[in-house]
């Protein structure tokens, strides 16, 4: 993809996100977008076919960004420039939330915040099962592998979720300490 077309996206992109903050998703319409973003209908089309694979290709981009820079400790954004990456990818994962580069936490707590809760469990199935129940799952073998990944990316969202309702008033240090302490003995 070309700057050009980097940069149509990423109009169309935040002028979505600045909608979804304003009403609920089933009352923003194509037009509403384009005009926010500033681009022509055809444009508009030419990037996505509907305004659900717009949602679908935003909540890829918002999610797979931050699940993928927690995975990669070399990737921090200058989150560490004066202290230690932290071995826990879910505190990784929470130090990306707490930055909102993308103000991914008003789109997870906005009207529409189901559908972004939706996307964001589905984006931490697949780090939870590579990073944990793969790798590290000692207990409870008897339990369904797609249970207990479902199980730990819903209580991980549910965490973020009452983190951003507390305001934030946790680190994320202390929030993976919580979150770790009630998870591995499931493993």
């Known amino acids: 993809m070309d700057r050009r077309q980097q940069k149509t996206r990423r109009a169309i992109f935040t002028a979505f ?13 194509v037009q509403e977008i384009i005009d926010a973003a500033d681009v022509g209908r055809t444009t508009f089309y030419a990037h996505f076919e509907t305004k659900d694979d717009l949602l679908k290709a935003l909540c890829e981009e918002l999610f797979g960004h931050i699940i993928s820079s927690a995975l990669d400790c ?31 936490l008003a789109l997870l707590s906005c ?49 973020v979720l009452w983190w951003i309702r507390g305001r934030m008033k946790q680190t994320p240090e202390e929030l993976d300490r919580y979150f770790r302490t009630v998870i591995e003995p499931i493993l």
């Open 17 to 29: 996100s600045m909608l979804l903050a304003k009403k609920s998703y089933s009352k923003i319409t």
């Open 74 to 104: 070399t990737h921090t954004h200058g989150l560490y420039s004066d202290r230690n990456v932290p071995e826990s990818v879910f505190c990784h994962l929470l130090q990306h939330l707490q930055e909102d580069e993308n103000n991914i």
């Open 111 to 159: 009207e529409s915040s189901e559908l972004f809760l939706r996307y964001f469990k589905d984006s931490l199935n697949e780090l939870i099962q590579s990073q944990f129940v793969k790798q590290n799952r000692k207990n409870n073998t008897d339990i369904p592998q797609d249970f207990l990944v479902n199980h730990i990316s819903g209580s991980f969202v549910e965490m």
